[in-house]
């Protein structure tokens, strides 16, 4: 089946206002680039409708999400709501169309949870809000998708899917939502010691439904193919999913203002790749991300490979143009690297395997297992 593509407008809106991490074009500039390298073409392509108040209860708290609504379509935030929801703090802004953002992300990842029950791969880089508690918002996120994503493919009849986190900051709002349920497996590589500081070794949840592999900084290619390797394919294997849902946070990319990890998005692609080739029908979720040069062209560098086009040496000059257009309060002008306006990959950043990774192995009881 062909691998499918879901946006919407309102994911290519103004972003966050101001003084923000995400204050910056991720969505709007992956679409452009696809649509530059001709990968777009409208078969390929599904729009995402806003998830309903009562579709988003069946995750998220009636009373958070009537809240949720009401300072959005106000514009205001007691000190009360602002406590109690994390609404209208400096994580978590408040600005124009931010409700029926969130909402539609959450749309999205049902529709690509039923587009991937019949065999599809699809891809959703607006979603991957990972942090999404419940009964609050957390870490940029308002909306929990993935556990939609998940939730749509469990009632959809599958009995094990396998969620595999690659952001940099710990998935842990898809984690604590599935905890105790024995049909989801959750496996999350990020960053150790960085926000939101959970996922730590040895947490795994109710009898081993979570695996979390925190590594130190510096993470290179070679590294991460390790664990790919090692302990997520063959854990995977053993588990047996009948689908997955994958959040490629890009911020586990070399030059993230918020992540001390080092990959190329070559990795990122070739673990994705990995993935999705476990099963028939898979969901791609975005994430964190927070260098708009490395983000887009990661996220549409992993479109062309999942939709399997030939990707390209160097940009051509349209895309080299809207890459030079960028700008990131986070990312001084002097640390910008030439290759990120002229290619589309990235410099592998291979090197050696450090004692840590092999220590992981060790405590997962699965260095002896073959490799993938």
């Not at 390929?44 to 409708?49: H, L, P, T």
């Not at 898809?174 to 999350?188: G, H, N």
């Not at 160097?314 to 290619?343: G, K, M």
């Amino acid at each position: 089946m062909p691998a499918l593509f879901i946006t919407s407008p309102v994911f290519s809106s103004a972003e966050w206002g101001s003084n923000h991490p995400l204050a910056i074009s991720r969505h709007s500039t992956v679409v452009s680039l696809c649509k530059i390298f001709g990968w777009l073409p409208p078969s390929a392509v599904r729009i995402a409708k806003a998830a309903s108040a009562q579709t988003l209860q069946e995750f998220h708290d009636p009373d958070y999400i009537a809240a949720f609504q009401q300072v959005c379509e106000s514009g205001k935030v007691s000190a009360h709501i602002r406590q109690k929801y994390q609404l209208g703090t400096m994580e978590n802004p408040i600005f124009t169309g931010l409700f029926e953002r969130a909402a539609t992300t959450v749309g999205g990842s049902i529709l690509a949870a039923k587009l991937a029950m019949k065999g599809h791969v699809v891809y959703h880089p607006a979603g991957g809000t990972h942090h999404g508690r419940a009964d609050k918002a957390s870490g940029f996120c308002y909306f929990n998708d993935p556990v939609f994503a998940i939730g749509a493919l469990l009632a959809g009849g599958k009995n094990r899917v396998a969620y595999i986190d690659l952001d940099a900051h710990h998935g842990d709002g898809v984690e604590d939502a599935f905890l105790v349920d024995p049909r989801v497996l959750t496996v999350s590589i990020h960053e150790e010691n960085r926000w939101p500081y959970s996922g730590k070794l040895g947490n795994t949840g109710a009898d081993g439904t979570a695996c979390n592999l925190p590594v130190p900084k510096g993470i290179n290619d070679t590294e991460l193919d390790f664990l790919m390797q090692k302990i997520v394919l063959p854990l995977l294997y053993e588990f047996g999913p009948e689908a997955v849902v994958i959040t490629c946070g890009a911020d586990a990319l070399a030059k993230d203002p918020l992540s001390g990890m080092q990959l190329s998005n070559i990795a990122l692609w070739k673990a994705v790749k990995q993935l999705v080739e476990l099963v028939p029908g898979a969901v791609v979720l975005g994430g964190g991300g927070y260098n708009p040069w490395t983000v887009a062209r990661c996220w549409a560098g992993l479109w062309g490979v999942l939709s399997q086009q030939i990707l390209p040496q160097t940009l051509p000059a349209s895309a080299r143009h809207l890459l030079d257009e960028l700008q990131c309060d986070l990312v001084d002008e002097d640390e910008i690297e030439p290759q990120w306006l002229t290619h589309l990959q990235d410099q592998p950043n291979e090197g050696l395997v450090r004692e840590y990774f092999e220590q992981l192995c060790q405590h997962n009881n699965l260095s002896k297992q073959p490799s993938a």
